[in-house]
């Protein structure tokens, strides 16, 4: 048998020394996602109560008190928000009052919902003046003794707010102001940490802006106006994110001050129709209640978030 010329023999194909493009982009991935994985695990240990909440709005009553619960409604219901088939001697058993039918006061849980609206609004809009104001006074006016006053702030985010709840009560009990608007608002609107963060955010801004204003012989009440507040809009979005959510879900505070029905919060409302009903049953109409109260937070949110990122971004936090 003829052998084949040595020249004529193909050489065999060397391994190659680098791995395959494919096989690095899908280990790139897989890394990327065993890396975000504490990221999923977080989001879900936060969707899960949500999801609970969501699912519970939906089941009647019987269903409600079924064990082991169901993690899909088998038969969904709106009842628990408005059940038409209630009636306040309770004739129809298996039919419970919804949330809208639970509060014997003018305009029903509605009620508590203007409430935390007027009390949220008022606060987002007094402490965000109050503070941008008074960081333009720290940041751009040599005054004597401001350094002082600015730590003096600053050492007050130290104090527990917890110590402040009897002497604050006190004063609103003195002045006549409780279970009142003016005993929501009045304490909350200084926060030290919105003007720290406003003053960190204005240091950050050229003098020349303010100086060029007097020149031209602008007051300082204009040029906070019509200079200041359009130049901190970025910081001021993002800090009414945090007093938004803070004053919509306060509790402790209205529930010392607030005596009738008529003047609780959300919060507060939810909390005495907790008390007021107990067994599985009247979860629903209380879950109801939760769902209709994280809402408006959740559409605030959504709408200023890009607000809130460039706010963090853009807000100088450089010492």
Known sequence: MAVAPMDTIAPAPQPSRHASPAGGNRRAKINGHLLRLPFYLLALTMIAPFYWLLITVFKPPRELARTPPSFVPQSPTVANFYDTEWTPKGINPGHLAGIFQRYQVDLGFWRFMLNSLVITTAITVGSLLICSLAAYVISKHDIKGRRTIF????????????????????????????????????????????LFFLVQFLQSLPNELIQAARVDGAGEWRIWWKIVLPLLRPALAAMSIFIVLAEWNNFLWPLIIVQSDEMANIPVALARLN????????????????????????????IFQKYFTRGIALSGLKG
């Not at 009560?169 to 919105?194: C, E, H, Q, T």
């Not at 979860?283 to 949110?301: D, H």
């Open 275 to 302: 008390s007021y009903y107990v067994g599985p049953d009247h979860q629903g109409a209380i879950m109801a209640g939760g769902l209709l109260a994280s809402v408006p937070t959740i559409t605030f949110f959504v």
């Open 151 to 194: 730590l003096l702030i600053i050492a007050s985010m130290m104090v527990p707010w917890q110590t402040t709840l009897i002497p604050n009560y006190v004063i609103m009990r003195n002045l006549g102001w409780l279970d009142s608007y003016a005993a929501y608002i009045v304490p909350a609107l200084a926060k030290a940490f919105v």
